[in-house]
């Protein structure tokens, strides 16, 4: 029995394992898209070598997560041609919305990799692929398999386009050799940009989230007496600190920006946030590998 459990609960671990793997490695080329195009957007007329350098890490960050979920879909297509009982070519081709939803894979790691190597249309690609991926189970009327990947978007869009904008964005303005004064207002501008689109995405989330919560709970006890509940609900309080560092972020920090004490300042909370965020991904890890209840 207690080994029967033990054996459970090994599952279950390297279940949450991949499932985390596949949350990061998502949030890591979202967010490098999305900050190639809402964050950097103006530095690049500006500050061409700064812009050109930021955009060059952002998309080693976001290739290695579209190289990463890459390789995790392509796992997980010898299970779906056995449930199909067809092949590997016919599991993927038998059905639209997997098509689409394999080609945008492609184009995203086909696109980073071009970002890479300064090809400025690979960015164009690799957001299509980001962004019309998730979005795949709409244009087939498929609404409440939508829900799932919009959410993860969403946290892409926020959490991810965050990070990015901390690893490439700060630090590559931060090391460079422009005057202070000059490195203070670059970082203000990119966090004057992310502002918007973190609130956008923000709001998503939060719909999308009490949608998929009441969909896999079906009744509100639920949320105490099982499992799944009481892990949501670890999962909530987590997001409420996230919640409590952007806003911080957001309300205090952003309104003092222009000079690099205080860039600095909002880069250590902003850090915070992250930290936080990747806990509340730790959770959902394992959120979505127990059963729902019934
Ligand atoms: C910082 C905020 C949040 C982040 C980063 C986040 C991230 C995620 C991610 C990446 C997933 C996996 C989606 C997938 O399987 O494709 C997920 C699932 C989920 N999220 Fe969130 N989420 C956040 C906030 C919320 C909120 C506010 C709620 C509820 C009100 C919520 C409820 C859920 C539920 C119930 C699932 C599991 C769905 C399932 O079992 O398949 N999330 N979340």
């Known amino acids: 029995m207690e080994y029967a459990l033990t054996r459970a609960m090994d599952f279950t671990i390297s279940e949450a394992l991949t499932e985390l793997t ?3 490695a998502a949030f890591f080329a979202t967010g490098a898209v999305a900050f190639r195009y809402v964050v950097l957007r103006a530095d690049a007329a500006a500050e061409v070598d700064i812009a050109r350098r930021a955009a060059q890490r952002a998309a080693l960050f976001g290739f290695i997560g579209a190289l990463v979920t890459t390789i995790l879909y392509v796992l997980t297509l010898p299970r779906l041609a056995a449930k199909n009982h067809t092949s590997i070519a016919g599991a993927i ?54 829900v799932n ?35 203070g207002s670059i970082s203000a501008n990119m966090v004057h940009r992310f502002s918007p689109l973190a609130l956008s995405a923000f709001a998503v989330l939060g719909l999308t989230g009490v949608i ?50 205080a860039a600095a300042v909002l880069r250590r909370s902003a850090t915070a946030e992250v930290i936080a965020a990747t806990i509340v991904l730790v959770i959902t890890s394992v959120l979505v590998s127990l059963p729902s209840p019934r």
């Open 22 to 24: 596949g949350f990061l």
């Open 93 to 146: 081709t038998g059905n639209g919305a997997t098509l689409v939803q394999t080609l945008c894979i492609a184009l995203a790691v086909v696109g980073l990799a071009l970002a890479l190597a300064h090809v400025r249309l690979g960015w164009a690609l690799a957001a299509a692929g980001v962004v019309v991926g998730p979005l795949t189970s709409l244009f087939y009327g498929q609404w409440s398999r939508a």
């Open 149 to 183: 990947p919009i959410h993860r978007l969403a946290g892409g869009l926020w959490i991810g386009t965050l990070f990015i904008m901390l690893v490439a964005g700060f630090t590559t303005v931060m090391n460079s050799d422009l005057p202070p004064i000059r490195r």
């Open 212 to 261: 998929t919560a009441w969909t896999h709970l079906k009744r509100l006890d639920a949320l105490w007496t099982t499992a799944y509940g009481l892990t949501l609900i670890a999962k909530l309080c987590v997001v409420l600190i996230v919640v409590g560092f952007g806003a911080w972020n957001w309300r205090r920090q952003r309104p003092l920006l222009g000079t690099e004490s």
